[in-house]
């Protein structure tokens, strides 16, 4: 068991992300609606080793734009379908951030990476 030099961002979509993506999609099924007390929609990502929730709030101020537009990518690779303007008061509406400060490998394998 290994304590890992790495915070946690986990994602979770709210409905404003299924509204965008059915109106992308309307052809597809209906996405949504968002039930956060259900946990298996997140995106976990790795993120630096942060000194407090309150540096995280900063933290996520300075850098949602990049978690947004990955989270978009994730539903469509084509850019011309992505919002044009996205702001942090819209990351608020779209997702639900949650922090967490430790994260321990209980795995014995070693961790693989796969980059893009």
């Known amino acids: 068991m290994s304590l890992v030099n790495r915070d946690v961002l986990i994602l979770y979509p709210k409905q404003a992300l299924y509204d965008w993506a059915n109106r992308i999609f309307a052809e597809n099924e209906n996405y949504g609606p968002v039930d956060l007390t259900r946990h298996e929609s997140g995106t976990v990502f790795l993120i630096e080793e942060l000194d407090s929730p309150e540096h995280f709030d900063r933290w996520i101020q300075e850098n949602y734009e990049f978690f947004f537009m990955r989270m978009v990518e994730e539903?469509?690779?084509e850019e011309s379908l992505w919002p044009k303007e996205v702001s942090f008061p819209?990351?608020?509406?779209?997702?639900?951030?949650?922090?967490?400060?430790?994260?321990?490998?209980?795995?014995?394998?070693?961790l693989e990476r796969e980059d893009e």
């Open 75 to 77: 539903w469509t690779p």
């Open 90 to 110: 819209m990351f608020q509406d779209w997702f639900h951030a949650v922090y967490h400060s430790m994260v321990i490998d209980v795995e014995e394998a070693p």
